[in-house]
T-cell receptor, first 113, second 114 residues
Framework: DAEITQSPRHKITETGRQVTLACHQT?????MFWYRQDLGHGLRLIHY???????NKGEVSDGYSVSRSNTEDLPLTLESAASSQTSVYFC????????????FGDGTRLSIL | QKEVEQDPGPLSVPEGAIVSLNCTYS??????FMWYRQYSRKGPELLMY????GNKEDGRFTAQVDKSSKYISLFIRDSQPSDSATYLC??????????????FGTGTRLQVTL
């Protein structure tokens, strides 16, 4: 079965370090998304991509970057981790048709001390 | 003010009850409306999707959209303990609908008790 996997599931790091969260999907979807989920804010879009070499900023993109070198992967990088970036991060993908759902991974719980 | 408002709950109901979950929004450009269900420590999964105004029914679930009032609802009939989860509304103004950028509500936590 096709799936979307995120790694690691949990990570603890220190402020100022660079952190990369992995997202890999086997749906062969063109569209991929990164969200963060925080209490009181729901899911907020960080970055998204509509295909290889395409990346776009979302609502809360400051301090994050992505690159899309193939269809399957969209890694999210925190250039210099800050405590405000402690959150649960979700990756999602979709086929690109208007009525097709976004399929979500099970999230990465990131703590920055 | 947030574009999408949703009561965070928690909402506790007995098994078999009818549950009503709601969201209001301010952006009149939203055309696609979704409800996602999220179990603890899992990613959201799409439950219902509607385009523009109207009702949509799928088993025990009914989604309603009232664009004139900027109000959407999800009704769950004969609620079960397995329905205990957080329910997130989501909306999109893009012509690519559910496949594009989504704006989410904060989620309502539902607990169905025996």
């Amino acid at each position: 079965d096709a799936e979307i996997t995120q790694s690691p599931r949990h990570k603890i790091t220190e402020t100022g370090r660079q952190v990369t969260l992995a997202c890999h999907q086997t749906w062969n979807h063109n569209n991929m998304f990164w969200y963060r989920q925080d209490l009181g804010h729901g899911l907020r879009l960080i970055h998204y991509s509509y295909g290889v070499h395409d990346t776009n900023k979302g609502e809360v993109s400051d301090g994050y970057s992505v690159s899309r070198s193939n269809t399957e992967d969209l890694p999210l990088t925190l250039e210099s981790a800050a405590s405000s970036q402690t959150s649960v991060y979700f990756c999602a993908s979709s086929a690109g048709r208007p009525d097709q759902p976004q399929h979500f991974g099970d999230g990465t719980r990131l703590s920055i001390l | 003010q947030k574009e999408v408002e949703q009561d965070p709950g928690p909402l506790s109901v007995p098994e078999g009850a009818i549950v009503s979950l709601n969201c209001t929004y301010s952006n009149s450009a939203f055309q696609y409306f979704m409800w996602y269900r999220q179990y603890s420590r899992k990613g959201p999964e799409l439950l219902m999707y509607t385009y523009s105004s109207g009702n949509k029914e799928d088993g025990r679930f009914t989604a309603q959209v009232d664009k004139s009032s900027k109000y959407i609802s999800l009704f769950i009939r004969d609620s079960q303990p397995s329905d205990s989860a957080t329910y997130l509304c989501a909306m999109s103004s893009s012509r690519t609908g559910t496949a594009s950028k989504l704006t989410f509500g904060t989620g309502t936590r539902l607990q169905v008790t025996l």
